[in-house]
C-alpha cells in the first residue's frame, strides 16, 4: 500500500527562525512529488520534484528530492507570520494517475 | 478562467439526506478527483475520472458515487448522509503537463 508520513505533524517557531519540513515516502511507479501549502482552503501549489539532488527555489522556500532514500525536504528561511499554514507533501504515480497525500505538518509562526 | 468551481461551499445535512456536490473545470482536463479532508489529516482520494465516461474508485469510496459524463463536471453523489462523512470536500483536476488545480472546497456538516 502507498505511503506518505511527513513530519513533524505540528511546528511552532518565531519570525526569523528556518524551518525544515520532511516528507517520507513508499510509492510504486513514482512520477513526482509535490508540496502544497493549505491556508484556510484548497492546497495551493508550491513544487513539483521529479528529479533526485535538484533543489527547487522559490523566494524563501526550497525543496529538494532525493529518489534513493524515497525522501524530500522543504525549507523556509526567514520565516514569517504569513508561512503559518498546513504543509502537505503528495505522491503522484504513473499507473492510476493519482496523487496520495501525507497527513500535513502545521507551522506556526508567532511574531 | 474560473479553473475548478465547487459547489456549494458550505451545508448541513440530517443523517440519511443525500446530496450532490458539483464540479466544474474549464480547461478541459481529462483527469478529475475527489478527495476529503477531514480535521488535522491530508486529504484522502474518494473516487477519479481519467475522462468523460469513465470512473474509478480510490481509497475511500464507501457512502459515495460519482458521474461523468461530460468532461467539465465531475458530480459527488452522497446517497445517505452519515456523521462520518462530516468532512471538507474537494474537486481537483489534472491537465497534461501534470498540475494539479483544486477547487475551493465543500464544507459538509452531517448532523
Known amino acids: 500500500e502507498d505511503k506518505v508520513v511527513q513530519s513533524p505533524l505540528s511546528l511552532v517557531v518565531h519570525e526569523g527562525d528556518t524551518v525544515t519540513l520532511n516528507c517520507s515516502y513508499e510509492?510504486?511507479?513514482?512520477?513526482?512529488l509535490l508540496w502544497y501549502k493549505q491556508e484556510k482552503k484548497a492546497p495551493t501549489f508550491l513544487f513539483m520534484l521529479?528529479?533526485?539532488?535538484i533543489e527547487k527555489k522559490s523566494g524563501r522556500l526550497s525543496s529538494i528530492l532525493d529518489k534513493k532514500e524515497l525522501f524530500s525536504i522543504l525549507n523556509i528561511t526567514a520565516t514569517q507570520t504569513g508561512d503559518s499554514a498546513v504543509y502537505l507533501c503528495?505522491?503522484?504515480?504513473?499507473?492510476?494517475?493519482?496523487?496520495?497525500f501525507g497527513g500535513g505538518t502545521r507551522l506556526m509562526v508567532k511574531p | 478562467n474560473a479553473g475548478v468551481t465547487q459547489t456549494p461551499k458550505f451545508r448541513i445535512l440530517k443523517i440519511g439526506q443525500s446530496m450532490t456536490l458539483q464540479c466544474t473545470q474549464d480547461?478541459?482536463?481529462?483527469?478529475m478527483y475527489w478527495y476529503r479532508q477531514d480535521p488535522g489529516m491530508g486529504l484522502k482520494l474518494i473516487y477519479y475520472?481519467?475522462?468523460?465516461?469513465?470512473?474509478d474508485k480510490g481509497e475511500v469510496p464507501n457512502g459515495y458515487n460519482v458521474s461523468r459524463s461530460t468532461t467539465e463536471d465531475f458530480p459527488l453523489r452522497l446517497e445517505l448522509a452519515a456523521p462520518s462523512q462530516t468532512s471538507v470536500y474537494f474537486c481537483?483536476?489534472?491537465?497534461?503537463?501534470?498540475?494539479?488545480?483544486f477547487g475551493s472546497g465543500t464544507r459538509l456538516t452531517v448532523v
Open positions: 481537483a483536476s489534472r491537465g497534461t503537463g501534470g498540475g494539479y488545480t
Open positions: 510509492v510504486t511507479n513514482f512520477r513526482s
Open positions: 521529479t528529479s533526485s539532488g
Open positions: 503528495a505522491v503522484d504515480r504513473n499507473a492510476g494517475n493519482m496523487l496520495t
Open positions: 480547461m478541459n482536463h481529462n483527469y
Open positions: 475520472s481519467v475522462g468523460a465516461g469513465i470512473t
